[in-house]
């Protein structure tokens, strides 16, 4: 995890709020570091974790993980990491006959959109034991990410009833928390996946966009960060509260500053 983002955030291991939904976007840029921020956050936080993984490898999750204090083969062994790893998944499901519904089986079914098998898998995965009690704080759901479903033909009506039915039964039922990457395709033409975001967006506690500097390319300030806190059942004055910072993407830390107040700058 990066502790700076953790003091944006008021956040700590220690201190984590349950049962909200936080989504992550990003817009000419590669926001894939807020991830990893929060995969090894709630690792360190002692949470039960299922990782949606449709992006990357089980092998680059894990090796990031390790330079941020935490290892993904470890918690996985111990069981406090469910880990479904699209890209080896997918091949199984395309080129090998299964016994039993896998949980991107939707691949097998051109058209139908149905993500059911997906959200049963991930059900099972954080309903803790009726015999015994769970070693972990609470049950926390990963998605990177979701803009992946709909290139795979699923609709973004389709994958947003999936993620109303993981927020009733993740923050809702269990009191654990969802986190889920979209990419923003800003000033394309794209419907679904506008859909997507402005669905997702409204259902959200808190949102943090990853953004593309709009100058282009630079050494020392990679991008923007805005952070959106939203609290629908709070007054008005009190619903949403906003903060932007640039940042700088290091080898085992992310620095955050204000617009204009790079150390190269200044």
Known sequence: MFPELNNLLS?????????TLTLLCDAKTDGS????????????????VCFV????????????????G????????????????GLKSSVEVLFHSQDEPHPLQFLREAGTGNLQSLYT???????????????????????????????LGVGAVAVLDFMQYCR???????KGNVVALVHDTEGATDEGNDT????????????????GLATGFCKDVHGQLSILWRRPSRSTAQRARSLTYQYKIQDKNVSFFAKGMSPAVL
């Open 53 to 68: 993984a449709l992006v990357q490898s089980f092998s680059h999750y894990n090796i990031v993980g390790q330079k941020l």
């Open 33 to 48: 570091f807020l991830v990893h921020h929060f995969l090894s956050f709630y690792l360190k936080a002692n949470c039960k």
């Open 11 to 19: 956040t700590t291991p220690d201190k984590t709020e349950q049962g």
């Open 121 to 151: 898998f991930i059900q099972d995965a954080l309903k803790p034991a009726d015999s015994e009690e769970s070693p972990w704080k609470y049950p926390v759901l990963l998605v990177d990410n979701l803009s992946v479903l709909l290139s």
């Open 168 to 174: 009733a039964t993740v923050c809702c039922e269990l």
């Open 196 to 211: 997507l975001l402005n669905g997702l967006s409204h259902q959200s506690h808190l949102i943090l966009r990853a953004e």
């Open 70 to 85: 935490v290892s993904l083969t470890a918690a996985r062994d111990r069981g406090q990491l469910v880990f479904l790893e």
